[in-house]
């Protein structure tokens, strides 16, 4: 069974920056490609980032490319989404995601489908 726990979300104002963390707990979690989601009021949840189980790849999406960095600690417990520049469209919940069957060296999944454990969310509002 695995348990993710994320938090660092809260209310900042455009250009402001956050950074999330998702705590895992659970075995072989250093085995497990990562990922980040968002769902903002009346949208379907979105990807937004995601890395391999060695940390050596990375994906993001277009909206976010040159603002967010995803990263895992070497004891690969944590994930952390670094956000910069945030803007008024960044707003919604973010949920951390583990993918339990593995993958490849690189591999790196961006459809929600592909993740079997999600965290419960940390909200994320920015002003303008």
């Known amino acids: 069974q695995v348990q993710l726990v994320e938090s660092g979300g809260g209310l900042v104002q455009a250009g402001d920056s956050l950074r999330l963390s998702c705590a895992a707990s659970?075995?072989?979690?250093?085995?497990?490609?990562m990922g980040w989601f968002r769902q903002a009021p009346g949208k379907e949840r979105q990807f937004v980032s995601a890395i391999s189980w060695s940390g050596r790849e990375t994906e993001y999406a277009d909206s976010v490319k040159g603002r967010f960095t995803i990263s895992r600690t070497n004891a690969q417990t944590t994930v952390y989404l670094q956000m910069n520049s945030l803007k008024p469209d960044d707003m919604a919940v973010y949920y951390c995601?583990?993918?339990?069957?593995?993958?490849?060296?690189?591999?790196?999944?961006?459809?929600?489908?592909?993740?079997?454990?999600w965290g419960q969310g940390t909200q994320v509002t920015v002003s303008s």
């Open positions: 659970g075995r072989a979690f250093s085995r497990y490609p």
């Open positions: 995601a583990a993918r339990s069957l593995g993958g490849g060296y690189i591999d790196v999944y961006t459809e929600s489908k592909m993740y079997d454990y």
